[in-house]
């Protein structure tokens, strides 16, 4: 096996033309306020998620071309909400009018969608999402029996990763007699009644029909909480996308620096920063894969498509570099953690782990027994937006030891979601807390 080297960060000041300049700064007022939530909606493949989405946001998120072509989603979807509500009808909305009576509404919060994948192998992308939020709307069909086999999947997902706020919607009621519904309503009390999320409102609408989405909306006003920002910490962000925005055939001094998107985590970011993003991107040199922190600077920050002088934590945004193109195209620096220089977790390409499994393989059909793990077995490992594939060296379950096929960016005691090998594809089987 190669070896894996993580070379000292490096600037790329240099790299792209001279003509970037700073965003024009737009002032921050109600219509432009920052999300402070990010809200993952998840659930099995074709329950609903991306029309939920366009439903509360007006924005398709499945904009990949394989996701058109196929019909799902492949990577991470974004859209920003705002939530309002009507003093006269005490009506909640996501648009500035209320639709009962045309008076104008008062916006209560501003939050990010966040659209996971729900087929069975993108799972890893799934988890990825689960990391950088802050609540989930699981979406559960009324039309086909609960759970499926992702359903499963994701709540336990969920679990593992410590999400305490989650409300179940129970979508595509329009399809189903009521006597149906009130059935896969008990079924879905059934499957939640032995999870953490027992006490979880389930809210029965049709996303594609507009039936309920009001009494959802509400719902999630009441019952997910603002999170405490921490503004005084390095700041830190989780990168889940990473963008090279030119158009082919651009000149080279008319070239726009590579752009990061995801959120931010704790801290404040600010226009001219100097930044550092680790593991950073990989190079091959001599047949060994090579992964190269880098040192930028910040020329933008977008938060809801409108560029801000600074961003704080929640809610998805995007930051403008000076960095090469080529660096961040095809989502190249996903996982990697974004700080200012000499301030980030360290790197490991080799990690221990406290670990702990599950009992039963969940999303399976015949939910086997979770084996303890085995010297040389692979597995998928998940740690804030990173994904990566580590091999056992040591299954000892108090310190377990994987070398890593892509080195991650954690710090001790960071929580890393286990998969294995079942089948043909990687399943859930638990987690490790990272020494």
């Known amino acids: 096996m190669a ?106 919060r501003k939050m990010s969608l966040v659209d996971a994948p729900g087929h069975e192998s993108l799972m890893a992308t799934m988890l990825s999402g689960a990391a950088i939020v802050d609540g989930a709307l699981l979406l559960v069909a009324a039309n086909e029996k609960c759970p499926q086999p992702q359903t499963k999947e994701h709540l336990m997902a969920l679990q593992i990763s ?9 979508n595509k009621i329009d399809l189903v007699t009521t006597e149906e519904a009130i059935k896969n309503y008990q079924q879905i009390k059934d499957f939640l009644a032995n999870s953490d999320y027992k006490n979880a409102p389930i809210i029965p609408i049709s996303a594609r029909a507009n039936v ?46 590579g752009v990061l998107g995801g959120t931010v985590k704790q801290g404040i970011f600010k226009v001219g920063d100097e930044i550092e993003i680790a593991p ?67 790197v490991h390409s080799q990690i221990s782990l406290d670990t702990h499994l599950l009992e039963r393989v969940v999303g399976t059909k015949d939910e086997e027994e979770v084996k303890p793990l085995a010297k040389k077995e692979v597995l998928m490992l998940n740690v804030n937006s990173a994904a990566t594939v580590g091999i056992v060296l040591d299954p000892s379950k108090k310190n377990t030891t994987c070398i890593l096929k892509k080195p991650i960016c954690a710090n001790p005691g960071d929580r890393i979601t286990i998969s294995r090998k079942v089948g043909d594809r990687f399943r859930l089987i638990g987690y490790g807390i990272l020494k």
């Open 280 to 346: 950073g991107f990989m190079t091959e040199e001599r047949n060994q894969k090579i992964w190269t922190p880098v040192k930028t600077k910040i020329t933008k920050i977008f938060s809801g498509g409108v560029p801000v002088n600074e961003i704080h934590p929640g809610g998805s945004m995007a930051l403008g570099t000076t960095l090469d193109p080529m660096i961040v195209k095809s989502d190249s620096l996903t996982g990697s953690l974004v700080g200012h220089p000499g301030q980030l977790p360290p």
């Open 162 to 170: 410590g999400m305490k706020n989650i409300i179940v919607v129970q």
């Open 212 to 257: 309920n989405v009001d009494v959802l909306v509400k719902t999630i006003q009441e019952k997910m909480p603002i999170i405490k920002q921490d503004l005084k910490a390095q700041p830190l962000m989780l990168v889940a996308r990473s963008f090279d925005i030119n158009k082919p055939g651009m000149k080279p001094k008319d070239l726009i620096g």
């Open 3 to 108: 070896k894996k080297v993580v070379k000292p960060a490096k600037s790329t000041e240099k790299l792209v033309g001279k003509s970037e300049k700073p965003a024009k700064i737009i002032e921050t007022t109600e219509k432009h306020v920052q999300p402070q939530f990010n809200l993952a909606l998840v659930g099995h493949v074709d329950h609903g998620k991306t029309t939920l989405t366009e439903r509360l946001s007006g924005k398709w998120t499945d904009t990949h071309s394989e996701e058109l072509k196929r019909g799902i989603t492949i990577r991470l979807g974004y859209a920003d909400i705002s939530i309002y509500k009507c003093d006269k009808c005490n009506f909640y909305t996501t648009k500035p009018k209320c639709i009962k009576c045309n008076s104008d509404a008062s916006l209560q």
